[in-house]
């Protein structure tokens, strides 16, 4: 088992991987308006993840072999991100899109019941404090809270509505703990490079499979949507490929929180390339999830 990084270390770390999941989101959204479709983008993301952790394994000469019993963990794994990704897209599908991205961002939470549940590493009284808060401050800065657009005006009186999305993004919320929490029990002592080439081409596999069978595949209807799909596939191989080969030395189950921060660098991204609004309690709700994030990291876990 490779040594853990400091919480500081750690923590930026994970800010970089969630933006970096948050300009995925946005080229993903130029690549559906102008043509594609999800099992597109699934499909060339995966594959394109696997094929450049390939091209880099076979440069360093490292040895592609694993055993039987990590192989079959790998590929329950691959499952599971499939699974979280089908979930997630389903959800943003059905309902908007915070209220997806509010519901599946409950993962670090169950991530921290799992491990404790399990026996395995528990969460600092830190960290149990400062996920609530991170969640409240992420739900101001979606505009779940406030009444930032009628979209979101009376949720609870709406579940018929929109529950089929909350179940699907939980769904998603609760198959992405569950790839945190085996990958770093199951896969720890692997080559991070190998665990994020096995685990991209059973998403691969499965995609490419599920669409063809469905004939659900889109491909872009101009150049703007190509460059949509050809960004996402980079970012999300890079942010994906970097989770995967840091995981066990970034402390999941205490340090898993950061990635909320994912939608905020949506909604910073949006504002400083797309010129979109950013409402005045959006912004409050930013400062909580960033400050809970500083608070994390300013003590010893």
Request: charged share 10%.
């Amino acid at each position: 088992m490779e040594a853990k990084l400091s919480p500081r270390v750690a923590i930026v770390i994970l800010l970089g991987i969630a933006t970096t999941f948050a300009a995925n989101h946005l080229c993903a959204r130029i690549a559906f308006d102008h043509g594609s479709n999800v099992t597109t983008a699934v499909a060339f993301r995966s594959t394109g993840t696997a094929l450049a952790v390939l091209a880099l394994l076979l440069l360093s000469k490292t040895p592609l072999r694993i055993g039987q019993k990590t192989f079959a963990r790998s590929v329950l794994v691959g499952l599971l991100i499939a699974v979280q990704s089908y979930c997630l897209y389903s959800a943003v599908a059905l309902i908007p899109v915070a209220l997806a991205l509010l519901a599946f961002q409950t993962f670090p939470m169950l991530l921290s019941l799992i491990s404790w549940a399990a026996g395995g590493e528990r969460p600092s009284r830190r960290v149990r404090l400062a996920m609530p808060v991170a969640l409240i401050g992420l739900a101001l800065a979606l505009g779940v809270l406030g009444g930032s657009g009628p979209q979101f005006a009376g949720i609870a009186d709406r579940w018929a509505e929109v529950g089929a999305g909350v179940l699907w993004a939980t769904g998603a919320s609760v198959s992405f703990a569950m790839v945190l929490y085996l990958t770093t029990r199951w896969l720890g002592g692997m080559d991070g490079r190998l665990r994020s080439f096995f685990i991209m081409s059973v998403v691969a596999a499965v995609t490419i499979a599920g669409g063809a069978a469905a004939n659900d595949f889109a491909l872009p209807a101009d150049a703007t949507g190509w460059l949509g799909l050809a960004l996402l596939t980079v970012f999300y191989g890079t942010a994906i490929t970097a989770m995967f080969v840091l995981l066990p030395r970034l402390g999941a189950v205490n340090n898993a929180a950061v990635m909320n921060f994912e939608p905020i660098a949506v909604l910073g991204i949006a504002w400083a390339v797309l010129g979109q609004a950013v409402a005045p309690l959006q912004i409050a709700g930013a400062f909580i999830v960033v400050g809970a994030i500083a608070w994390l990291g300013s003590g010893r876990q």
